[in-house]
């Protein structure tokens, strides 16, 4: 098994900024797309930005322009750079591969809470 071990969040301000990392425990995940999801209250999970093992990034139109992803394959670690936040983007925020593989874990999640 894969683990994803999250760090960064918290609460910021609207109009701040956060970075998430997502650290894998093994390095079969420099083959494979990453992602970044996010869970608010009452809603279903979203992907909200991917990332290739090549670097090609993909956003959600709700992230595109605000966030950017990236990744570091010698570390094996995934990055999620969120500026202008607004409170609308207040959620749990989880790593994952893309697609699903059984052998990796969901990260286990980082809360990111965005005042007004």
């Known amino acids: 098994q894969v683990q994803l071990v999250q760090s960064g969040g918290g609460l910021v301000q609207r109009g701040g900024s956060l970075r998430l990392s997502c650290a894998a425990s093994?390095?079969?995940?420099?083959?494979?797309?990453m992602a970044w999801y996010r869970q608010a209250p009452g809603k279903q999970r979203e992907l909200v930005a991917s990332?290739?093992?090549?670097?090609?990034?993909d956003y959600a139109d709700s992230a595109k322009g605000r966030f950017t992803i990236s990744r570091d394959n010698a570390k094996n670690t995934a990055y999620l750079q969120m500026d202008n936040l607004q409170p609308e983007d207040t959620a749990i925020y989880y790593c994952?591969?893309?697609?699903?593989?059984?052998?990796?874990?969901w990260g286990q999640g980082t809360q990111v809470t965005v005042s007004s």
């Open positions: 093994g390095s079969i995940v420099s083959l494979l797309t």
């Open positions: 990332i290739t093992s090549g670097g090609s990034t």
């Open positions: 994952n591969v893309l697609p699903e593989r059984t052998y990796v874990q």
